[in-house]
């Protein structure tokens, strides 16, 4: 033989071959430890993020882990004072979807550019990278920024015409169980008393 194998492909240039291949993997591999070193530094400090809203009035104050989990609420001590329930729990509404969106978005544009994987190359007969990783979030987080504009135009919105307090009716003092809604007997509609 002549040092050349059925293939017509000599030793030498199958050895060359051969350990340009292995400089592409151990390439790959340094590539690969990395990036996976500075993904779980960047998991490490974005575990240790909060992010804190308030409402332009003061009344309602948020802060949110970095995935938007809530992490603390406060209400001022004159929030049940200036404002009807409604309003009040529209804004501490309001203001967790910003504070939530605030994290999400931060977290996924620090993330972003460590899922590039444009420069990492195709080898045959291996799934790509790029078809395996989502471009963008599962779900869109909220727009801290329509929040907030939410929030301030409903704050100037003219009242909508609600009525006063739901009307209670106390029940009759009596022994028995039940009885029709109209107590005053003007107009019994049957039932025991």
Do not use: C, H
Request: aromatic residues 4%.
């Amino acid at each position: 033989m002549s040092g050349r194998d059925d293939y017509g492909v000599g030793r030498e240039d199958l050895a060359s071959r051969n350990a340009a291949l292995r400089d592409q993997i151990d390439s790959m591999l340094s590539d690969l430890r990395r990036r996976t070193a500075e993904i779980q530094q960047k998991q490490a400090e974005a575990a240790q993020q909060t992010y804190e809203v308030a409402s332009d009035d003061g009344m309602v104050t948020v802060r949110v882990d970095a995935t938007g989990t809530v992490q603390d609420l406060q209400l001022s001590s004159k929030a049940f004072e200036r404002t009807t329930p409604d309003k009040l729990a529209r804004t501490i509404t309001s203001v967790l979807r910003e504070a939530a969106g605030t994290a999400q978005r931060t977290l996924q544009s620090e993330f972003a550019p460590m899922a590039d994987t444009s420069n990492v190359p195709e080898i045959p007969g291996i799934p790509s990278l790029q078809g395996l990783l989502r471009s963008g979030p599962l779900v869109e987080p909220p727009d801290p920024a329509a929040e907030r504009a939410q929030r301030r135009s409903d704050e100037t919105a003219a009242p909508t015409g609600r009525q006063g307090p739901p009307q209670v009716r106390n029940r009759p003092s009596s022994d028995d169980e039940w009885d029709d809604w109209d107590w005053d007997g003007t107009n019994r509609r049957g039932g025991r008393r």
